[in-house]
């Protein structure tokens, strides 16, 4: 889609389908933000699971999409929803690359899933943990419980990093900032 962008240079992971634990469903939303990177999106994704199952699995399309709103884990919540047939998403977690920022985790409270893990904080707009905790809300009836960080972080990162530095490197072509605020 883009000539001036590098490919991305890292490979997707082919996690063990034995062992079905953060690790491999951090691993799937992992490549998910691949996926974005190869269309030149933001690299976040996010996968949804339900008793061992994947039943979401969506990346970032705004740029795409020309929708301020695609990001990862709103596609994935809408999915998980269908998927269900009940906009209640109780007993399920959500893995996403990177913290999710206001809309995405006011979407999480909303849609009252179980869990939410998430790979790399983010202190400027992340908001379960990094810039503020809507889960702390104290009149706010539904918590969800949070695994910040630790899950394949380092690798997220690097991901997220790398992204920003070949696009500052690359030769302009789109130079609308503001998907700078989303992660770096
Ligand atoms: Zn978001």
């Known amino acids: 889609m883009d000539a001036s962008l590098p490919p991305c240079p890292f490979q997707k992971r082919f996690p063990s389908q034995l062992l079905r634990d953060d690790l491999f469903f951090m691993s799937l939303a992992y490549n998910q933000a691949i996926d974005a990177w190869r269309e030149d ?21 705004v740029e795409g999409a020309h929708d301020p709103t695609a990001h990862a884990e709103m596609i994935a919540i ?3 929803a269908a998927h269900l047939g009940d906009w209640r998403l109780s007993g399920c977690t959500v893995y996403v690359t990177k913290e999710p920022c206001p809309m995405c985790s006011g979407a999480m409270l909303m849609s009252r899933v ?16 990094g810039a503020t905790n ?3 809300l104290p009149r706010v009836n539904h918590h969800t419980d949070l695994q910040i960080g630790g899950v394949l972080e380092a690798d ?19 130079t609308e900032g503001p998907e700078s605020d989303r992660a770096d």
């Open 78 to 80: 809408t999915q998980a």
């Open 114 to 129: 179980k869990r939410v893990c998430y790979a790399v904080p983010d202190p400027k707009m992340g908001c379960l943990g």
């Open 134 to 136: 809507l889960n702390d």
């Open 41 to 61: 999106e933001v690299p976040i994704g996010c996968v949804i699971e339900r008793d061992g199952d994947v039943i979401a699995e969506a990346h970032n399309t």
């Open 156 to 174: 997220c990162r690097e991901l997220l990093q790398a992204f920003f530095q070949l696009k500052r490197t690359a030769p302009a072509q789109t």
